[in-house]
């Protein structure tokens, strides 16, 4: 008796996890264990109708109330409870039966407990397709099961493959499941509240109170937009958090099938106020929606510091960027993927998402004000980092991150606006370079007189290393971010460059005569080999067309060789002038005089690169030989024998020299070398038919001479006009009437006659 008082009062524990058919069933078992246990006593203690035709009768009548309610979760197991009723009243129950059915069910319930809570545990590990599954396709029965307990163990596997049945809950209860992230639980109650509205708005129980039907529809609506918000909450969490809550996610997904299975998309109702009612909430669309705002919000939220701050905020703010990014898609690989089905393209969209975040947030960024710098770091970041394996190509993203289908980063019209700025910018750093190599060429060069290096026997320059390195460096920059960049900056830099050559040049001659330095032919040797290799470097090294630039150094070549001519003429006339003067006849000044005065000034010129150095040796050359013969035959006083004699062999003696010394320093024009000892042959020769030779010879030898040049030379040798004219009219006619030069060297073309010639 007291067993079976201990054992009267069975217990039944409320699991949340079981359905409302498995509560169903136990309270079938424990109805039929109690009616058995009231029978035994009464027979024990006094006699009743037998244990059998009691419980018999007690199923039979239970059933049929059962039957009687509305509740369709008893139609669904009604199979279960009629095998179990008659096997409950089988004639071979007894009390040990009673109990020992009991005790399986409470057995069966805690194993069937502790499994599902085992397979809760490893589903927090596993992929959302497993979860998938379980839901779909209930667990197969042991073997050498009793049948009751068979039917038991459907029951429950057939209560979690369904949804969560839904409860007439209050709005307030809801809520307080969707604050706790129970949208399973939560969905189903808006569900059951959701088709209850319909049933009775369908039963016309709204129709004189129409008010309420409003407030319910209402209550339904901010329901679902409660969830909505918390769905939301999830996926901006997802990026946001340390850690993946990976049930959660799995759970979320669940909701989103669950809702898309309860609102299939057939339209809306057609009574106002109503259209909400049974309407898909879109929830798929509005998790894409909070991918979307959650990467905005993540590009957003990257640390920025401004300009006054830091002068490289973008370089910082760009790697920031670049770090913050790489983490997220890595997270989303390893951890948020496996919680969706491959239906979601998680990556695809996160991608794509954080993809037009970035888009936006760097058109955001290139309409500010950006300088050299910073337009370069943009470009640079744009084109080559993003793509790169430090970014999208980053070989633990492969192979779910594909970046063939991604639109620009950058439109074309900001991209190209991006490029033009950078040109621009580029061309006002190139010209700040130039003027800060010609301000430290005045200043630390120019004024304090500082001689050039030499190499291998040639001044030197630093102007062609760091032009080229300019040029170089930027056209380097620009070839990292587009073939076409690159093309634009070699334009640009060949276009300040055209002006920056003449420019130097002018300031270089305002120094010159300003300050009339003896280190101009140092300096101008030297930027002339600079020059030349500039022109070098630019068609071997960046491979262009220096054709008009070829004509811009050609054109400062000649003005620096004019000024340098002219100082040699500076230096040279006070010794020309002495020619043919007394002291000069009387061998007063050394013969040697002239050619050292030459030789000092343009031996500078041996230190230039060839052919260049020899070509300017040459004009020197042909310069003091012309001006030499112009002194000759400049009007003078009349001259004796004697004394025709020893100007004759001064002349010789010192263009020999001159010669000699010009030669030495690397002059090849041999050409010149008989001009002067010709005119000293004539000068010198009494016999006239001798001075029709050496006028025959040097009419041959220098085609370009004229008879007014003849006339002259002949005047200075003392002859009158008769034997003049008849000199020149002796077979010099076809020669004097030819004055080019059939090799191109002329030298009397370039010689002025004097207006009048007088006889000595």
């Not at 041959?700 to 030379?713: F, V």
Request: aromatic share 8%; charged share 30%.
């Amino acid at each position: 008796l007291s067993f079976l008082e201990e054992r009267s009062q069975p217990r039944l524990v409320y699991q949340p996890a079981v359905s409302s058919q498995v509560v169903l069933v136990i309270h079938l078992f424990s109805r039929l264990c109690r009616e058995a246990q009231k029978e035994m006593r009464l027979v024990l203690l006094g006699g009743r109708p037998s244990l059998k035709d009691k419980m018999s009768t007690n199923t039979k009548v239970y059933l049929r109330r059962s039957a009687s309610e509305p509740d369709p979760a008893t139609n669904d197991v009604e199979k279960e409870k009629m095998e179990v009723a008659p096997k409950m009243g089988s004639p071979t129950l007894n009390d040990e039966s009673i109990g020992f059915i009991e005790r399986g069910v409470k057995t069966m319930l805690s194993i069937r407990k502790s499994k599902r809570k085992n397979e809760k545990e490893q589903e927090g590990t596993g992929t959302w397709r497993r979860r998938l599954l379980s839901f779909q396709f209930p667990k197969s029965s042991e073997e050498n099961k009793t049948k009751i307990l068979d039917g038991l163990e459907e029951i429950v596997d057939k209560a979690e493959t369904e949804p969560t049945e839904g409860k007439p809950l209050s709005v307030m209860e809801i809520n307080e499941l969707i604050q706790k992230k129970q949208l399973l639980e939560a969905f189903a109650s808006i569900k059951y509240m959701e088709d209850e509205t319909i049933e009775e708005r369908d039963a016309d129980k709204y129709k004189d109170n129409p008010q309420e039907f409003l407030r319910k529809t209402k209550d339904v609506d901010l329901l679902y937009t409660s969830i909505t918000s918390m769905i939301h909450s999830i996926v901006v969490g997802t990026l946001e958090d340390h850690t993946v809550e990976e049930s959660t996610l799995t759970s979320l997904v669940t909701l989103i099938a669950r809702e898309e299975a309860a609102h299939p998309n057939t339209g809306s109702a057609a009574d106002p106020g109503s259209d909400l009612l049974g309407a898909p909430r879109k929830w798929r669309e509005k998790w894409r929606e909070a991918v979307n705002e959650s990467t905005r919000k993540r590009v957003l939220g990257i640390p920025m510091a401004s300009k006054e701050e830091d002068k490289a905020w973008l370089d910082l703010h760009l790697s920031f960027l670049q770090k913050y990014l790489l983490e997220d898609l890595l997270k989303i690989k390893s951890s948020v993927k496996k919680c969706y089905p491959e239906e979601y393209r998680v990556c695809e969209v996160y991608v794509e998402a954080f993809h037009n975040a970035i888009a936006s947030h760097l058109q955001d960024l290139s309409q500010r004000p950006l300088e050299f710098n910073e337009l370069y770091s943009l470009l640079d970041w744009v084109a080559n980092t993003y793509h790169s394996e430090l970014l999208l190509g980053h070989s633990d993203l492969k192979p779910e991150v594909q970046t063939e289908n991604l639109s620009l980063l950058l439109t074309t019209a900001d991209w190209d606006r991006l490029n033009d700025d950078y040109i621009t910018s580029v061309k006002g750093k190139i010209k700040s370079y130039f003027g800060n190599i010609l301000t430290l060429e005045a200043t630390e060069k120019w004024e304090k007189e500082v001689p050039p290096e030499m190499k291998d026997n040639l001044y030197q320059s630093s102007l062609s290393l760091d032009i080229q390195t300019i040029i170089g460096e930027h056209m380097k920059l620009s070839e990292a971010i587009s073939k076409k960049l690159e093309r634009k900056t070699l334009e640009l830099c060949l276009a300040e460059l055209h002006e920056f050559i003449p420019r130097f040049g002018e300031e270089f001659l305002e120094w010159n005569e300003v300050h009339d330095s003896p280190m101009f032919a140092p300096y101008f040797a030297a930027y002339i080999n600079s020059f030349h290799d500039l022109l070098s470097g630019l068609e071997t090294v960046f491979e262009v067309n220096t054709e008009e630039l070829q004509k811009i150094l050609a054109a400062l070549t000649k003005n620096f060789r004019n000024v340098f001519l002219n100082k040699l003429r500076t230096k040279t006339q006070p010794l020309l002038k002495k020619i043919l003067t007394k002291d000069w006849i009387l061998a007063r000044e050394k013969p040697n005089s002239l050619a050292v005065a030459v030789s000092q000034f343009s031996e500078h010129l041996q230190h230039t690169r060839q052919p260049l150095g020899q070509e300017l040796l040459c004009h020197v050359h042909k310069y003091v030989v012309r001006e030499y013969i112009v002194q000759i035959i400049k009007p003078k006083k009349k001259m004796n024998g004697e004394k025709r004699q020893q100007v004759s062999e001064r002349i010789n003696q010192e263009a020999k020299i001159l010669n000699n010394a010009l030669i030495d320093h690397g002059s090849d024009s041999i050409w010149l070398l008989p001009a002067i000892s010709h005119i000293a042959n004539i000068i010198g020769e009494k016999r006239k038919d001798r001075i029709k030779e050496y006028v025959k010879e040097l009419t041959q030898d220098y085609p370009d001479i004229r008879k007014e040049h003849i006339m002259a030379i002949l005047t200075v040798r003392g002859l009158g006009f008769t034997s003049r004219r008849m000199i020149l009219q002796q077979g010099f006619h076809h020669a004097l009437e030819s004055p080019d030069s059939k090799d191109g060297n002329t030298l009397f073309a370039e010689i002025s006659v004097p207006a009048v010639v007088s006889c000595f």
